[in-house]
């Protein structure tokens, strides 16, 4: 069965800081994509990336970057020069096939609560 | 921008009540999906609908159903509330795409207390 662990639950950091958050997922299908969302204070989750599984190249978008690494089945999200608007519950998340439709379903990590100290 | 509205962001409602929770998106998705979202347990998904009149259940469809009579709208539940079930609950829709695995648009939540 898919899984993901994000083994931290919660981590608070000071401004301008970097803070990597660690996703390690299951998963025995060879196709697969791997996201991350954001959930600030106001409860709203806001995708922030997609990855599939035959694309192992790092991304940058501003101060976000991402690290795929399928020899440790991780995908792990680092925040440059961290902000107080940074603060928010992070979730890693896996797709997983659903039965009909041909479709697939997102298994959620339990979340990382970030919060950043002015 | 997708835009994926629940009717309620907050809810009271008394055990043994029939309660429906709304969601409606504009951007034409096929799918839509109910969740709840409980702290240490993350996100887990209800139900799901591929399309009108079609639902299949996710991982914790037990005291809840729901209803896709039209594309835009996928309501959630629960038959006979109990206190077990206050929650956040959100909904997301997605569009099918080609090769799948689009990226699902969330609903700002409803948090539901069943008193």
Known sequence: ?118 | DVKVTQSSRYLVKRTGEKVFLECVQDMDHENMFWYRQDPGLGLRLIYFSYDVKMKEKGDIPEGYSVSREKKERFSLILESASTNQTSMYLCASRITGTGGHQPQHFGDGTRLSIL
Do not use: H
Not at chain 1, 14 to 22: C, I, P, S
Not at chain 1, 87 to 102: N, R
């Open chain 1, 1 to 118: 069965a898919q899984k993901v662990t994000q083994a931290q639950t919660e981590i608070s950091v000071v401004e301008k800081e970097d803070v990597t958050l660690d996703c390690v997922y299951e998963t025995r299908d060879t196709t697969y994509y791997l996201f991350w969302y954001k959930q600030p204070p106001s409860g709203e989750l806001v995708f922030l990336i997609r990855r599939n599984s035959f694309d192992e190249q790092n991304e940058i978008s501003g101060r976000y970057s991402w690290n795929f690494q399928k020899s440790t089945s991780s995908f792990n999200f680092t925040i440059t020069a961290s902000q107080v608007v940074d603060s928010a519950v992070y979730f890693c998340a896996l797709s997983a096939p659903l039965t009909q439709g041909g479709s697939e379903k997102l298994v959620f990590g339990k979340g990382m609560k970030l919060t950043v100290n002015p």
